[in-house]
Every structure is written in structure tokens, then in C-alpha cells.
């Protein structure tokens, strides 16, 4: 298992120093839709000049297959080695962009968003109209079929999903706090045990780290659990 830390912070100087302060860590670095509309790819050299960190760039892409493709064209080519699109935007523009990014050398990992970690049940049940274990399957078994590499879900989909697609699937689950830490707004949370248990491969965590008084400590403190 490994540990992905979302550099969430409200500004570019924060994230970068957040990075330094990881730096030799054995982790990857998640940059997300905010970093990525202000600072563009200039936080992703940045990260790569500072240290040997894998960089996952989170932009959940959603639109028509054909923009999707292009979009992920552009980001797979900026360095980064792991990117992410909704699953909800059908099988037809997940098998695009794979089939966009074949011709690429070295491609990063491609994720499909099942469902975001922040839903419950019941908001889950008004969007989607099926329950989140239902849709996380369909979900899954389309990104799977059409060539994706994993999925990102909560810690409870991850053991459903490589039982309905392979052992092999990634999974990568935000929401998890890993020493019981306050849930803020993600509604389906667990700690590093459950994680474990539920074969997550990846586990994001952002705030239980980056507003921790000595951060470091805390990745130190999770990489020893994992
Ligand atoms: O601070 P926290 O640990 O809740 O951060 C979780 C990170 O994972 C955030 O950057 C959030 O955008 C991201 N994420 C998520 N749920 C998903 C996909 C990504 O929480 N389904």
C-alpha cells in the first residue's frame, strides 16, 4: 500500500513547502483541480525538481469523449504519473482516452472516479438513482473493460471492486484518517487498518497531514502503519 498526500493548501509557496518538508519520503504527491487552474505545470516541475516524488494530478476529467481525449493527451504529456477521469462519463470516453494515450510512451496510470467519497447514500441515491455499491460495480467493470488501470473509491468499494474486476485493479481511496481524525466533510471515512483489510492500494489523505502542527511526523507515523 502506499500513501498519496493531496497538497490541498490554499496557495503555491504552502504546497511547495509541504513538498519539501516530505522530501525522501517514499510517497506520491496529489495535485489538485485548484493547484492545477492557478499554477498550471509549474507545480508539477516544481515537485518533480524538489524530489523523487511520483505526482498524481486529481482533475476527475468529465465531458464528451472526444474533449475528454484531448484533455488527457495534454495532461499525460506534462510528466505527471497518474491521472483520473469520471467513470460516469461512459465506457465510449474511457476507451477514447485510452485509446488516445496508447501512442504515448510511459503513460501515466488512469483512475476512474466511482463515486466521490463525500456522498452518502442518500445524495448518492438522488444523482445516480442506484445505490453506491451497484453503481461502483457497473462502474468499475466498464473503467475495466475499457483498459483503465483502477478506480478511486472509498475504502468500502475497494475489496467489491477487484472481486468484480481483478485482483490487480488499482484502487486508490481518499477519506481515510488514518488515526481516527475528524471526518470533516467526507462521509464515507476509515483508518489505515480498514484500508489494509479492504486491499486499498493507494490511500489519499490531505487535511489529517497538512494541518497536523509537524506534518512530517504524521507521514512518518503512516508509513510505519502501512
Ligand atoms: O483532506 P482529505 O484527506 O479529505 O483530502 C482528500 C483528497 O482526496 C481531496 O483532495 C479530495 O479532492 C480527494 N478526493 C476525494 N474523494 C474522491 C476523489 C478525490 O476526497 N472520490
Known amino acids: 500500500m502506499k500513501l498519496c498526500v493531496a497538497l490541498d493548501m490554499a496557495n503555491f509557496e504552502d504546497n511547495i513547502n509541504l513538498a519539501k518538508e516530505l522530501k525522501g519520503l517514499d510517497i506520491w504527491l496529489k495535485v489538485g483541480l485548484r493547484s492545477y487552474l492557478r499554477d498550471g505545470v509549474k507545480i508539477i516541475n516544481e515537485i518533480k525538481n524538489i524530489g523523487d516524488f511520483k505526482v498524481f494530478l486529481d482533475l476527475k476529467l468529465y465531458d464528451i469523449p472526444n474533449t475528454m481525449a484531448d484533455a488527457a493527451e495534454v495532461i499525460a504529456k506534462s510528466g505527471v504519473d497518474m491521472i483520473n477521469l469520471h467513470a460516469s462519463a461512459g465506457l465510449r470516453a474511457m476507451k477514447m482516452v485510452m485509446d488516445r494515450l496508447s501512442n504515448i510512451k510511459n503513460r501515466p496510470l488512469v483512475l476512474a472516479v466511482s463515486a466521490l467519497t463525500s456522498f452518502n447514500q442518500n445524495e448518492f441515491m438522488e444523482i445516480y438513482n442506484d445505490n453506491i455499491q451497484n453503481s461502483v460495480i457497473k462502474f468499475s467493470q466498464a473503467a475495466y473493460k475499457a483498459g483503465l488501470d483502477g478506480m478511486v473509491s472509498s475504502v468500502f468499494e475497494s475489496k467489491i471492486i477487484k472481486e468484480n474486476t ?26 489505515i487498518q480498514t484500508a489494509k483489510e479492504m486491499k486499498s492500494d493507494f490511500i489519499v489523505v490531505g487535511r489529517p497531514i497538512y494541518e497536523a502542527k509537524n506534518p512530517r511526523e504524521v507521514v512518518e507515523k503512516i508509513l510505519k502503519e502501512i
Open 166 to 191: 481483478s485482483r490487480d485493479f488499482i484502487t486508490l481511496t481518499p477519506g481515510i484518517r488514518p488515526f481516527g481524525e475528524s471526518s470533516n466533510d467526507q462521509q464515507r471515512v476509515a483508518n
